[in-house]
């Protein structure tokens, strides 16, 4: 029922930034919870993070913890992972994915609505 749809990707050099963007079709999108995974060739897609409904709760997996910061604005219907200091390691597809509720929030097969994705690769 909700249709999404990524934006922002593209190639940087090792330190580099890029903001990624996942706009919804639907207002209904303002109450599901926002998530971003990545998936490189050959790796099973992992969680990158995820925001609340309301954005008053935000996880960052480990690998992007302080480099990279998950944002929403509702009234747009569209969700941010802006990503800096970015290193080779974090070149992937990039997914943004929606869902109702919060548990079991870090798993891809919970989430109901998915983009189609887009790349980011780091250079260098």
């Keep these: 029922q909700v249709q999404l749809v990524e934006s ?3 190639s940087v050099q090792t330190g580099g930034s890029l903001r990624l963007s996942c706009a919804a079709d639907r207002r209904t ?4 919870t926002g ?3 990545r998936q490189a060739p050959g790796k099973e897609r992992e969680f990158v993070a995820a925001i609340s409904w309301n954005g ?5 997996a480990d690998s992007v913890k302080g480099r990279s910061t998950i944002s929403r604005d509702n ?3 569209t969700v941010y992972l802006q990503m800096n200091s ?9 997914y943004c ?8 929030f870090k798993f891809a097969y919970e989430y109901s ?3 189609q994705g887009t790349q980011v690769t780091v250079s260098s």
């Design 35 to 37: 998530g971003w995974f």
């Design 86 to 94: 970015l290193k080779p390691e974090d070149t992937a597809v990039y």
């Design 56 to 60: 008053g709760i935000r996880d960052y």
């Design 8 to 10: 922002g990707g593209g």
């Design 113 to 115: 609505y998915w983009g």
């Design 97 to 104: 994915a929606a869902r109702a509720g919060w548990s079991n």
């Design 75 to 77: 009234g747009r219907n």
């Design 29 to 32: 999108f303002s109450s599901y």
